[in-house]
């Protein structure tokens, strides 16, 4: 089991380039999570899923698009990067809402 | 709503015990405590659900008081592997989906 994989691990863009950041599960989770962590302002949720086909917003979710076409993928969409998105990402997954969450192993994103 | 953790940071010596709280101003359904190390990504501790229960994970473990929406983690006789980040992630209703986290509890352990 790969658990919870994110690519790229570090990226930085430029103020409008667009990207994508990738996140995989391979454990059958149906709950998928993306959140970003900035100092000092803990984590907070971009987007999650609850399903393939179900995605919806969480406390942050201007600048970002989402989409969940398969149960293993989630990938994180920025439309049009800004300085104010320079974070580190994390994709989460679990089973359900009110199980362990295993967390990806980041990306490092700087906007410029 | 973000629960509110305390305090932000501590000091300890190895073998010293340590408590730290979080607070909701809304009432919650699950209380959940993860870990994250420098540089790493958070690792699950334990899930308190709506009820009191508490629970235990070897030297660690957690309350949930749901009439004061508050949760505390004790971590007994502190080892080295214990320093990093404490996050509580609160949910407030049963299926909601949505998990808020705090702002973190800095905990370094000093031999």
């Known amino acids: 089991n790969a658990g919870v994989t994110q690519t790229p691990k570090f990226q930085v863009l430029k103020t409008g380039q667009s990207m994508t950041l990738q996140c995989a599960q391979d454990m059958n989770h149906e709950y998928m999570s993306w959140y970003r962590q900035d100092p000092g302002m803990g984590l907070r949720l971009i987007h999650y899923?609850?399903?393939?086909?179900?995605?919806d917003q969480g406390e942050v979710p201007n600048g970002y698009n989402v989409s969940r076409s398969t149960t293993e993928d989630f990938p994180l969409r920025l439309l049009s990067a800004a300085p104010s998105q320079t974070s580190v990402y994390f994709c989460a997954s679990s089973y359900s809402d009110y199980n362990e969450q295993f967390f990806g192993p980041g990306t490092r994103l700087t906007v410029l | 709503q973000q629960p509110v953790q305390s305090p932000q940071a501590v000091i300890l010596r190895e073998g010293e015990d340590a408590v730290i709280n979080c607070s909701s101003s809304k009432a919650l359904y699950s209380v959940h405590w993860y870990r994250q190390k420098h540089g790493e990504a958070p690792v699950f501790l334990m899930i308190?659900?709506?009820?009191?229960e508490q629970k235990g994970h070897e030297k660690i473990s957690a309350s949930f008081n749901e009439k004061k929406q508050q949760s505390s983690l004790y971590l007994t006789a502190s080892q080295l592997s214990y320093s990093g980040t404490y996050f509580c992630?609160?949910?407030?209703?049963?299926?909601?989906?949505?998990?808020?986290f705090g702002t973190g509890t800095r905990l370094t352990i000093i031999p």
């Open positions: 308190l659900l709506k009820g009191g």
């Open positions: 992630g609160t949910e407030q209703n049963f299926g909601n989906e949505k998990l808020t």
């Open positions: 899923s609850v399903g393939a086909g179900i995605t």
